[in-house]
């Protein structure tokens, strides 16, 4: 990897897994940055990252106020990034879910050619490992639904384990976006699909949350369900 790299990681109480989380990203890709954007954390998670940068210059922490949402801590994340150039961004969940170790796979495919790698639960098979079948069947079902409405020819758009080129997001008016959770990630797909990026995903085993709590929520999925029409709309009026 000759670029300058970047993951940007959210967090909201992910002390328990932040640490392990940063030594596991260290050995997957050694050369690899992490930004930690973390919404006022009552667990004290910004903390604990704060007393990490004192002897890791690899690691830096951008602090909001309060719980503002996954969509706009990834755009703060991805502005801050571009504003120092990097030229390759990923974006990651806290818990394990997303394995680091499939990052090298994520920046390999931009290598070969991709805007956009998405690590895919649905690419090959259904991979994902300690779900209950109600939450496989809605993750399942919300992958399709957007399929059907939006016609992207994504087989897992609302994952949340991504590799970006820069110039991609340049691109994109990342300040425009408010949605959060499956609708960011189906917006984030569906504007890059709009620009024309080659998209390719890349099979991964997602392996559901260990410590911490789930953040899935009742108005994150009618958020997804409604933004589907939202983009589709917007789209067929040419104010993407």
């Given at each position: 990897?000759?670029?300058?790299?970047?993951?940007?990681?959210?967090?909201?109480?992910?002390?328990?897994?932040?640490?392990?989380?940063?030594?596991?990203?260290?050995?997957?890709?050694?050369?690899?940055?992490?930004?930690?954007?973390?919404?006022?954390?009552?667990?004290?998670?910004?903390?604990?990252?704060?007393e990490l940068m004192a002897s890791d210059r690899q690691v830096a922490l951008l602090e909001r106020p309060r719980k503002m949402g996954l969509g706009t801590a990834y755009c703060a994340g991805f502005l801050w990034a571009l504003e120092r150039d990097?030229?390759?961004?990923?974006?990651?969940?806290?818990?394990?879910?997303?394995n680091p170790d499939d990052l090298?796979?994520?920046?390999?495919?931009?290598?070969?050619?991709?805007?956009?790698?998405?690590?895919?639960?649905?690419?090959?098979?259904?991979?994902?490992?300690?779900?209950?079948?109600?939450r496989?069947?809605?993750?399942?079902?919300?992958?399709?639904?957007?399929r059907l409405v939006t016609g992207m020819p994504i087989n897992d758009a609302t994952g949340g384990f991504k590799a970006f080129r820069a110039d991609l997001l340049?691109?994109?008016?990342?300040?425009?976006?408010?949605?959060?959770?499956?609708?960011?990630?189906?917006?984030?797909?569906?504007r890059a699909w709009r620009l024309g990026a080659r998209i390719e995903e890349i099979s991964i085993v997602f392996v559901d949350r260990t410590d911490g709590v789930s953040k899935m929520s009742r108005s994150i999925i009618y958020e997804a369900a409604w933004i589907?029409?939202?983009?589709?709309?917007?789209a067929l009026l040419g104010k993407l």
């Open positions: 990897m000759n670029h300058r790299a970047i993951v940007v990681i959210p967090t909201y109480n992910e002390r328990p897994n932040i640490e392990r989380l940063i030594s596991a990203i260290h050995r997957a890709v050694p050369t690899m940055d992490i930004l930690i954007v973390d919404d006022n954390s009552p667990d004290g998670t910004a903390a604990c990252v704060r990097y030229q390759v961004i990923c974006q990651m969940d806290a818990d394990f879910s997303h090298p796979r994520l920046v390999a495919a931009l290598d070969a050619g991709a805007d956009l790698a998405i690590g895919s639960r649905y690419v090959s098979g259904v991979n994902v490992v300690n779900w209950p079948m109600s496989l069947l809605l993750s399942y079902a919300a992958n399709w639904y957007t340049r691109r994109i008016d990342l300040r425009a976006i408010h949605s959060n959770g499956y609708a960011f990630q189906i917006e984030m797909n569906f589907v029409w939202k983009l589709k709309l917007l």
